[in-house]
């Protein structure tokens, strides 16, 4: 799944890019991506708790396949057809599937192992998605290099048909707790309720906002900084997009053997921070391989942020509510990350691409420093509710 998503986003990315020159466009590929995330993913995670979460991934994923299937046949016909907004719409509707799908992803993890295992497991899928979001784009580039966009997206559209006949044979446990004469909206206020009481989950969210509108955006700006600052083409840019995936491989394959993790927020913090860091160093280096060496070691960062974002929010809500907790972990991540495009690519195309990412990570860790003092997140261990606090 995660490597025909990648593919997609950096062949219709190197495509804007090269069509209109735009850094701000290219922001708008990201803007459009996770613009329906705030209006889908408080809903979606209700879904995930009461509705069986195969159909959902299944739906989702048919409804990939065909968008993919409809650009292609734009492409094939005549790419000077293609505009900029049939790449926005479809890159919309790949953001507004993933927004449905995500809560029912992460959670039947849970469905699948116990929780004694969770932190395995999710490290195991992070390693999963590590490997596509690393194979997609280096693919993509190649294929942009030797043969025309319309071969590189029959490339996806064969992949997202695969995945799509794997979801139909899969097999999950139903663990659904939620009760169906419970009002929506009253099902909704009692999850944000409760997060909003619990502060080792308020400061994850806060967190996970910070990250996605200060330093995340970064990865959508790769193939610019790739073609005009370090002056590749799309085979290197491909590789580049996909350098933070070998350190988040390595970090995830740490992670998945690892026991008895009780600070999970500090791992979720210092991977925070480690990400920033890198990131500005990043995009001031002069040389590929020093970005590429950057990017890497920044991926182990990427790692102990995204495995340890999953496990509080599973492991610090009840069995019943935690649909509706990931919904609400992709409704801040839908928040910070257009947000964040959109300001990137607006203070990109007016200045730098390296001046607008270094003010962005800059702010963003400032920004960091008031959850080490005014939440648990770092300075205490993760205890989970008691089971009697699962309210519907």
């Given at each position: 799944h995660e490597f025909a998503r990648r593919m997609e986003l950096l062949v219709l990315s190197w495509l804007v890019l090269q069509v209109t020159d735009s850094y701000f466009q290219l922001g708008l590929i990201l803007v459009f991506n996770n613009l329906p995330r705030p209006i889908l993913s408080l809903f979606s995670g209700i879904l995930a708790d009461r509705v069986n979460r195969h159909h959902i991934l299944f739906v989702a994923q048919?409804?990939?396949?065909?968008?993919?299937a409809i650009i292609l046949a734009i492409i094939a016909i005549d790419i000077e057809l293609l505009k900029p907004w049939h790449v926005f719409l479809a890159i919309a509707i790949q953001g507004a599937t993933r927004a449905v799908e995500d809560p029912s992803r992460r959670t039947a993890i849970m469905d699948i192992v116990c929780e004694r295992r969770l932190v395995n497991a999710l490290s195991l899928d992070v390693i999963s998605n590590t490997v596509g979001k690393m194979a997609g784009p280096i693919l993509g580039g190649i294929l942009l290099d030797t043969v025309d966009f319309s071969g590189a997206y029959a490339v996806v559209l064969a992949v997202h048909t695969v995945n799509l006949g794997m979801i139909s044979r899969l097999r999950i446990p139903s663990q659904q707790t939620g009760r169906l004469e419970t009002p929506v909206l009253r099902s909704l206020g009692v999850a944000?309720?409760?997060?909003?009481?619990?502060?080792?989950?308020?400061?994850m969210l806060y967190v996970t906002i910070v990250m996605n509108a200060m330093a995340f955006p970064v990865q959508q700006f790769i193939p610019a900084i790739g073609r005009d600052h370090l002056g590749v083409g799309a085979t290197l840019v491909g590789l580049l997009v996909a350098a933070d995936g070998f350190g988040q491989l390595a970090g995830a394959g740490l992670m998945s053997m690892t026991s008895g993790v009780r600070y999970h927020g500090r791992v979720f913090v210092a991977g925070s921070v480690a990400v920033m860091v890198l990131t500005i160093l990043f995009v001031w280096s002069p040389w590929y391989a020093l970005a590429f060496a950057l990017l890497a070691v920044?991926?182990?960062?990427?790692?102990?942020?995204?495995?340890?974002?999953s496990a509080i929010t599973m492991l610090a809500a009840p069995q019943g509510m935690r649909g509706r907790m990931m919904g609400l972990?992709?409704?801040?991540?839908?928040?910070?990350?257009?947000?964040?495009?959109?300001e990137?690519?607006?203070l990109a195309a007016a200045f730098t691409i390296q001046i607008a990412i270094s003010a962005n990570i800059l702010v963003g860790l400032v920004l960091i420093i008031p959850v080490l003092a005014l939440t648990p997140l770092v300075s205490r261990p993760l205890i989970q509710p008691a089971p009697a606090t699962a309210e519907t």
């Amino acid at each position: 799944h995660e490597f025909a998503r990648r593919m997609e986003l950096l062949v219709l990315s190197w495509l804007v890019l090269q069509v209109t020159d735009s850094y701000f466009q290219l922001g708008l590929i990201l803007v459009f991506n996770n613009l329906p995330r705030p209006i889908l993913s408080l809903f979606s995670g209700i879904l995930a708790d009461r509705v069986n979460r195969h159909h959902i991934l299944f739906v989702a994923q048919l409804v990939n396949t065909l968008t993919v299937a409809i650009i292609l046949a734009i492409i094939a016909i005549d790419i000077e057809l293609l505009k900029p907004w049939h790449v926005f719409l479809a890159i919309a509707i790949q953001g507004a599937t993933r927004a449905v799908e995500d809560p029912s992803r992460r959670t039947a993890i849970m469905d699948i192992v116990c929780e004694r295992r969770l932190v395995n497991a999710l490290s195991l899928d992070v390693i999963s998605n590590t490997v596509g979001k690393m194979a997609g784009p280096i693919l993509g580039g190649i294929l942009l290099d030797t043969v025309d966009f319309s071969g590189a997206y029959a490339v996806v559209l064969a992949v997202h048909t695969v995945n799509l006949g794997m979801i139909s044979r899969l097999r999950i446990p139903s663990q659904q707790t939620g009760r169906l004469e419970t009002p929506v909206l009253r099902s909704l206020g009692v999850a944000i309720t409760y997060a909003v009481h619990s502060p080792m989950l308020v400061g994850m969210l806060y967190v996970t906002i910070v990250m996605n509108a200060m330093a995340f955006p970064v990865q959508q700006f790769i193939p610019a900084i790739g073609r005009d600052h370090l002056g590749v083409g799309a085979t290197l840019v491909g590789l580049l997009v996909a350098a933070d995936g070998f350190g988040q491989l390595a970090g995830a394959g740490l992670m998945s053997m690892t026991s008895g993790v009780r600070y999970h927020g500090r791992v979720f913090v210092a991977g925070s921070v480690a990400v920033m860091v890198l990131t500005i160093l990043f995009v001031w280096s002069p040389w590929y391989a020093l970005a590429f060496a950057l990017l890497a070691v920044g991926g182990l960062g990427q790692s102990g942020f995204s495995t340890m974002q999953s496990a509080i929010t599973m492991l610090a809500a009840p069995q019943g509510m935690r649909g509706r907790m990931m919904g609400l972990l992709s409704f801040c991540i839908g928040v910070g990350t257009p947000l964040g495009g959109l300001e990137m690519g607006a203070l990109a195309a007016a200045f730098t691409i390296q001046i607008a990412i270094s003010a962005n990570i800059l702010v963003g860790l400032v920004l960091i420093i008031p959850v080490l003092a005014l939440t648990p997140l770092v300075s205490r261990p993760l205890i989970q509710p008691a089971p009697a606090t699962a309210e519907t």
